[in-house]
């Protein structure tokens, strides 16, 4: 069984997830992304807090068992927190990606760009399709 969120957003491509508590955006690999990248085993190129991402840049490079992968964020905004936990334990994206496995935090996020987000139930109809395929 596939995890989602049901409190999240996510993206187009699947891969990240988005969560908005008090205007304060958490981002994450989704579920269907981290099982794609595989087991993660490193996290690197973390954008400093403050710095201000346009949506699509990248945010973070994840080193696993298949490859190195870039990661790029689905909106934009200024980052206010980034889940150092990670940078010792990595595979908390692999364990729980939609907790303790988050990556960054952003505010002042563009309403437009958090537009372009899609539902939970979109997300697990979409992944449900892309596994069924024949």
């Known amino acids: 069984m596939r995890k989602v969120d049901s409190t999240a957003l996510y993206d187009i491509d699947l891969n990240n997830w988005v969560r908005n508590v008090d205007e304060v955006f958490t981002i ?26 346009e949506q699509g840049a990248l945010y973070a490079v994840l080193e696993s068992d298949k490859a190195a992968s870039e990661i790029h964020i689905p909106i934009g905004g200024k980052v ?48 449900s399709s892309f596994f069924n395929k024949s």
């Open 28 to 53: 994450g690999l989704s579920d269907f992304g981290q099982k794609f990248i595989g087991e993660v085993s490193n996290i690197s190129e973390l954008p400093a807090i403050g710095q201000v991402l």
């Open 80 to 127: 206010v927190a980034i889940n150092e936990q990670l940078l010792q334990t990595p595979h908390l994206i692999n364990e729980d990606c939609y907790g303790e496995g988050w990556i960054v935090k952003l505010t002042a996020v563009n309403p437009e760009e958090l537009a372009t987000l899609q539902s939970a139930e979109k997300y697990s109809a979409a992944v």
